[in-house]
């Protein structure tokens, strides 16, 4: 067992412990090189006949969460072996688990339960939608953390796997029972990402009701017999979820989220007062058919009237009156109706980073994890078994190319979820890249490069080959960076390639001064060659770059007011120094 103080492997101090299982105990550590927070999450070596099994099983989850990004998942940068013990070193996620909520407080409301259950879809269907698709399979409040914040964590890998669709029968199926799906149990065991949804529908009753299905004798009755005030939409849902024929369930996270978005709907009164409206309408349907089968024109009429829908969406999304909530909506029905329409991509990405969560307005452009997700759920969304961004590269590449730049661009620099922002980045600048292929173009050059960083900043993290490869790979990058700054004609471009490559020289300055051919001076020169490109910039720019340069190279200093440019850039120089005094290394 690890000591309070203990220093692994050269570089985890031990702080505390914040957690015990029956084979495990985690543990809150430092990285003192990095000066960051890890849980250490120690595995005893039980039982001789287990231990391979448990070896592979760590290895197993530890290579598939180091290959995942999304911000409900953690990272998992290390696993140590020892002669006692299995050590891994993840994020440290403050919070308590879903299950010590429900012993500390009860049933949970509804709200919070289909918020969480939104969460748990986005992160699902992340998982379900990589290139060799996972399935978790054993999704439960005990494997869920709740942050400070309000956002869900899932957690303890150790049962999911990659799905492989050739298969005849799954491998070992894992699950607990009474959250588990029938599927998961039996010799011929079979499971898909159904099996999760399945999974999920008994989590949220659980939530919801505080009768935990895994007790004797495993059943989950509607959640109104438990409590009559909770919504009959909510009760529909998730019986449909824990339906034991898969086919009879949500087939996809996907659906099973627009579900949980419009639970209200699905209430009896509603679906009455809707029957009687169909009767309506079906009887004004028919005597319009009958009406509208003699004119030659139908066709015609029917693209004036799209036409005429598209214009309305678009009226009502740029309408600055309306709710945050109703333009999105506007923005939505737009693509579904006309996905290569350009204008519904970019209105809703700029909706996004000019105004927050609440549809207030902001100046700092930031992207939030429900924003982010939101624009993810694009790409998955069906309207006909047609995926809209699918449909908006084959009929209209240019725009889509650009949009996915820009998407790649804004999530490097505005997404709020900093840990995450360069992997959620590259998903943007991949669907960029493939769609452009071998076409060498300015843009293409800027995301390849940025694409590039990203790449060697994840190998930084995860210490995936020797860090002075790394940091030489990275500083040769970093002078593409510089000679697109030199050349580009996008001045925008220019600016945020500007404030990469001294972010970059601040942050590795002592590994990059330990390269054979560059020294500190080096570095500040460097820095000044920017600073040089940004303060010309600065003076003939229009007033929008202007802006953005006052938004990127500013900083609060000493007296606490905002630097200008060469105060900013005087601050970084010294920033390099004091790094390099605090190593102990002039060179």
Not at 61 to 77: G, Q, R
Not at 270 to 299: D, P, W
Not at 468 to 481: I, R, S, Y
Not at 562 to 583: C, G, H, P, R, W
Request: with cysteine; charged share 30%.
């Amino acid at each position: 067992m690890l000591e309070i103080g203990q220093l692994v492997d050269n570089k985890y101090r031990v702080l505390d412990i914040v957690g015990k299982g029956g084979m495990s105990v985690v543990y809150l550590a430092r990285n003192e090189r990095a000066n960051k927070s890890w849980a250490i999450k120690e595995v005893r070596k039980v039982g001789e006949e287990n231990l391979e099994v448990k070896k592979n099983s760590l290895i197993a989850e530890t290579e598939m969460l180091k290959n995942l990004s999304h911000p409900n998942l953690p990272t998992i940068v290390d696993v140590i072996e020892t002669e006692d013990t299995f050590l891994v070193v993840m994020d440290y996620i403050e919070g308590n688990d879903l299950s010590e909520i429900l012993r500390e407080y009860g049933a949970q409301p509804q709200e919070k339960v289909i918020e969480w259950g939104l969460q748990l879809c986005d992160v699902l269907g992340y998982l379900h939608t990589r290139e060799k698709p996972i399935i978790y399979r054993d999704l439960k409040p005990a494997n869920i953390m709740l942050k400070p914040d309000g956002n869900i964590t899932l957690i303890d890998f150790g049962t999911a796997r990659e799905i492989k669709v050739a298969d005849a029968n799954d491998t070992i199926s894992l699950g607990t029972r009474g959250y588990a799906a029938p599927e998961q149990f039996g010799a011929n065991a079979k499971t898909d990402a159904r099996t999760d949804i399945y999974c999920l529908g008994a989590t949220m009753y659980h939530l919801v009701t505080n009768h935990n299905p895994a007790t004797e004798p495993y059943v989950m009755s509607p959640i109104r017999e438990r409590n009559p005030a909770l919504s009959a939409g909510l009760e529909n849902i998730i019986l449909k979820c824990t339906r034991n024929n898969p086919d009879e369930r949500y087939q996809s996270c996907a659906e099973l989220m627009y579900a949980l978005e419009h639970y209200d709907t699905i209430d009896e009164a509603y679906r009455k007062k809707q029957k009687r409206k169909l009767g309506s309408f079906i009887t004004m349907l028919v005597l319009m058919v009958v009406c509208l089968g003699i004119a030659v024109f139908a066709h015609f009429g029917a693209q004036s009237r799209k036409a005429e829908d598209i214009n309305t969406y678009l009226i009502e999304a740029d309408n600055e009156a309306n709710t945050k909530d109703e333009r999105v909506a506007a923005f939505k029905k737009g693509i579904h109706l006309d996905p290569a329409n350009e204008q519904f991509y970019n209105g809703l990405l700029d909706l996004y980073l000019t105004t927050d969560d609440k549809g207030e307005p902001e100046s700092d452009n930031k992207l939030s994890v429900r924003e982010i997700s939101d624009l993810d759920m694009i790409a998955f969304e069906n309207d006909n078994k047609i995926q809209p961004l699918t449909e908006f590269r084959d009929n209209n590449k240019e725009e889509y190319e650009k949009f996915c730049s820009k998407t790649g661009v804004s999530c490097w620099y505005y997404y709020d979820s900093s840990s995450k922002k360069e992997d959620k980045a590259s998903e943007w600048f991949k669907r960029y890249l493939d769609s452009v292929g071998d076409n060498e173009t300015e843009e293409s050059k800027f995301v390849q490069i940025y694409n590039s960083i990203g790449q060697l900043h994840h190998m930084q993290i995860a210490r995936q080959q020797d860090q002075k490869v790394q940091n030489e790979q990275l500083w040769g990058v970093l002078a593409e960076l510089y000679s697109f700054c030199q050349n580009a004609s996008d001045d925008e471009a220019v600016v945020l390639a500007g404030k990469e490559i001294v972010e970059n020289i601040v942050n590795y300055c002592t590994g990059f001064a330990s390269l054979d051919d560059v020294n500190k001076e080096d570095l500040v020169n460097r820095v000044n060659d920017v600073h040089n490109i940004i303060a010309e910039k600065y003076e003939n720019a229009d007033s929008n770059i202007k802006k953005l340069i006052e938004r990127q190279f500013s900083a609060i200093n000493v007296n606490g007011t905002n630097t200008d440019i060469a105060d900013y850039f005087k601050m970084v120089e010294a920033k390099i120094l004091d790094n390099f005094k605090s190593q102990n290394r002039v060179k």
